[in-house]
């Protein structure tokens, strides 16, 4: 079992991308904006638009941009009840109204159908969420807001590279914004974009930023060494012989110190911090650069990878596998499955070497902050309580990826 070991999750940031990072970070031009628009150009291009504008994050991307677009404090902007709480926090911290709509429970993402029901004369957007690496249908989304005049405003979080229809999320609606912290698949130790081809929208949001300060050297260097650190521990002997019968040791006592390290206090946004009007470095910029030139070959190994899972997993006594739609392309930010015991088929595959995660997404139509704009979504109730995240990044070979899929059937196979 030793080697066996499989941890959840891998970082995508290379060796050789930590020591750029670790080389440069007390360059002088390290933190200025001398070569961040080279890596906005570039990212740009791959996504397909014409503007492409490093922010400070994914949340502050969606601040920005609706700062810029022509939408009032007492709108209504539609948001899938599953999606991470940050978001439709945001949306009350700024004065809108988050409707939420449930779910789809074959892709866990939008249900389209019911997101022109609950569209009224306030209804100015709707933010559909690419969820764990599945666009949505954006022919579908596109056709609803030309009929009803409304923005569209991509959540690309967990979906950089992700195409539908040949096109890559982020460049079909008014504005997409992406998030590259450490654990992403594409990955600038932090910061994040937004995406869109109206100049008049980017330069507003440029100058939004312009009294921005950088990010602390401190603040890189600490995600970089973060990075080295997780790099190191999810290297399979390591992992097999130190964290995971520390994990094991934590389950006992129904503990997660890996979720509860990276897990954030669900609470309403009283005001943005200073921390949070930070602009991206040249340094981070040369590390998106290099991810630029890797970021498809990573997708094409975890959507291998995803595949595989998902072809033999699938008619698994009491278990939902995810589902890929027509006409997306699927990159498996994360593979999701669901079943009615979780918790036992989570403790029993650490048991056999085998790490998940429970992931980080909400019953955002449930919490007790958002009372105010609760509404039934029974899909995403569902979902959220049933989801277990199974390993599936993009160093993960066939003998590990079978041993997973044997492993859940035997244990599920139990029940």
């Known amino acids: 079992m030793l080697f066996r070991a499989i941890p959840r999750f891998k970082p995508s ?16 031009n ?22 492409a504008i490093a922010v400070p994050s994914a949340r502050m991307g969606l601040y920005l941009a609706l700062s ?13 009840a599953l999606t991470y709480y940050s978001i ?12 939420f709509v449930d779910i789809d429970p074959t892709t866990c993402t939008l249900d389209l159908e019911q997101v022109e029901r609950r569209i009224t004369s306030k209804t100015k957007a709707i933010i559909p969420t690419h969820l764990y690496g599945l666009p949505v249908d954006m022919r579908w989304v596109m056709e609803i807001a030309e009929k ?15 195409r539908f229809d040949g096109m890559r999320t982020g460049s079909f609606g008014d504005v997409g914004y992406f998030t590259f912290g450490p654990t992403k698949p594409f990955t600038t130790l932090g910061g994040g974009m937004i995406t869109c081809n109206d100049p008049s929208v980017a330069e507003k949001i440029r100058h939004e930023m312009s009294g921005f300060p950088p990010v602390s050297r401190g603040a890189v260097l600490k995600a970089a060494v973060t990075a080295s650190a997780m790099k190191t521990a999810t290297n399979r002997s390591l992992f097999g012989a130190f964290l995971w019968p520390a994990l094991r040791a934590f389950r006992l006592l129904g503990k997660d110190p890996i979720e509860e ?4 206090e669900v609470k309403p946004i009283s005001a943005i911090p200073d921390y949070f009007r930070k602009k991206m470095t040249s340094v981070q910029g040369d590390v998106g650069v290099s991810q630029i030139k890797r970021i498809d070959d990573l997708s094409e190994l975890r959507h291998r990878n995803g595949m595989y899972l998902l072809e033999r997993l699938q008619g698994t006594q009491d278990l939902i596998v995810p589902s890929v739609t027509e006409g997306s392309e699927h990159i498996f930010t994360s593979f999701v499955v669901q079943t009615s015991d979780r918790d036992y088929l989570a403790r029993e595959l650490l048991r056999r070497g085998v790490d998940t995660a429970k992931g980080y997404m909400s019953d955002c139509s449930g919490l007790e902050m958002f009372k105010d704009y609760r509404s039934e979504c029974p899909h995403t109730t569902t979902a959220f309580r049933n989801m277990l995240h199974l390993p599936v990044y993009h160093t993960l070979r066939v003998p590990q990826l079978e041993y997973i899929v044997k492993t859940v059937k035997k244990i599920m196979d139990v029940i």
Do not use: W
Request: proline residues 5%; charged residues 20%; aromatic residues 14%.
């Open 13 to 28: 940031v290379s060796g050789g991308e930590l020591f750029t990072v670790f080389r440069q970070v007390f360059n002088k």
């Open 261 to 264: 390290s990276f897990r954030e």
């Open 68 to 80: 810029a677009l022509p939408v009032e404090k007492g709108d209504e902007i539609i948001v899938p």
């Open 88 to 99: 439709p926090a945001m949306l009350s911290f700024m004065g809108f109204v988050p409707v």
């Open 30 to 51: 390290a933190f200025t904006d001398v070569t961040l628009g080279y890596f906005e150009r570039e990212f740009a291009k791959y996504i397909g638009v014409s503007d």
């Open 148 to 162: 009803h005049g409304l923005l569209v405003i991509e959540d690309c979080a967990q979906s950089c590279g992700a």
